[in-house]
């Protein structure tokens, strides 16, 4: 049975003996990060399932938990003692759609970062993955307290998307 248009077709379960798997632009990239995270949240009812639409809610910090803005500011001027660029406007564009997934990528001398923002529209989920990779002693002295705060900011970020989506 073929199914409607517009729509993917169920889920089969796998083979006897495969494993599942795992698959994001932002492991494409980075296939043995020094950090990995993932986060998967339902979407509302009614919500659009553009990656590329979500990717840019999500990230519009200036949208955001005035505290994730906060962050970001101290982020700005706390970077310089180490030796690191602020950095620049354009960290979180969308650089690439593929599917069901947007990537952000930047890269820059202390560390490589991948973000892939997939929606599986037959499931109704968002699904944010991070992937980083560290460059020398400054990429692991930036990354040490962020490693701490991301998922935390992550989870910020995307609930406000989310909230903002239920609101229009």
């Not at 409607?4 to 495969?18: C, D, L, W």
């Not at 991070?130 to 990429?139: E, I, N, P, S, Y």
């Amino acid at each position: 049975m073929t199914p409607p248009a517009g729509t993917a077709p169920p889920a089969r379960p796998p083979a006897p003996g495969a494993s599942p798997a795992f698959v994001s632009l932002a492991l494409r990239d980075l296939p043995r990060p020094d950090y990995c995270d993932a986060l998967v949240v339902p979407l509302p009812p009614g919500a659009a399932t553009d990656p590329a639409a979500w990717a840019r809610a999500v990230f519009d910090v200036r949208r955001g938990p005035r505290w994730v803005l906060a962050l970001l500011a101290v982020r700005q001027v706390a970077v310089r003692a180490l030796g690191v660029p602020p950095a620049p406007r354009d960290t979180f564009v969308v650089r690439e759609v593929q599917g069901e997934e947007a990537l952000l990528a930047f890269g820059d001398r202390h560390l490589d970062f991948r973000v892939g923002v997939g929606v599986d529209a037959q499931r109704r989920l968002l699904r944010v993955v991070t992937a980083v990779r560290l460059h020398g002693w400054r990429g692991r002295a930036y990354f040490a307290p962020v490693r701490l705060a991301h998922p935390v900011v992550t989870r910020a970020l995307v609930r406000a998307a989310v909230r903002r989506s239920v609101t229009r």
